[in-house]
């Protein structure tokens, strides 16, 4: 089996900062691309960042400049620092993963439970 479990996520103030993390544990031979995204209430859930395996990044034109994500191979696990945070920022984070369980085994996608930020003064 294979889990993300989310942690970070809270109540801040505008211009507030959170970090959310994402460790994946379980059965894992190989990540590929690891994600952060996000669902608003009403809303679509939508691409927030994104990293690959060698370090390169994807952000959503609504974040960039104020939130970095990175990750740490050797503890499977991703980072999104947000700064400057906004009350549209709002919403249920999930993380996701592409993670290969046997070396030549299929890729599946897989999801954490999903963590609260709520920005709000």
């Known amino acids: 089996q294979v889990q993300l479990v989310e942690s970070g996520g809270g109540l801040v103030q505008p211009g507030g900062s959170l970090r959310l993390s994402c460790a994946a544990s379980?059965?894992?031979?190989?990540?590929?691309?690891m994600g952060w995204y996000r669902q608003a209430p009403g809303k679509q859930r939508e691409l927030v960042a994104a990293i690959t395996s060698g370090g390169s990044t994807n952000y959503a034109d609504s974040v960039k400049g104020r939130f970095t994500i990175s990750r740490d191979n050797a503890k499977n696990t991703v980072y999104l620092q947000m700064n400057s945070l906004k009350p549209e920022d709002t919403a249920v984070y999930y993380c996701n993963a592409d993670i290969r369980r046997r070396r030549w085994g299929p890729e599946t996608d897989y999801w954490g439970q999903g963590t609260q930020v709520t920005v709000s003064s």
């Open positions: 379980g059965s894992i031979f190989s990540i590929s691309g």
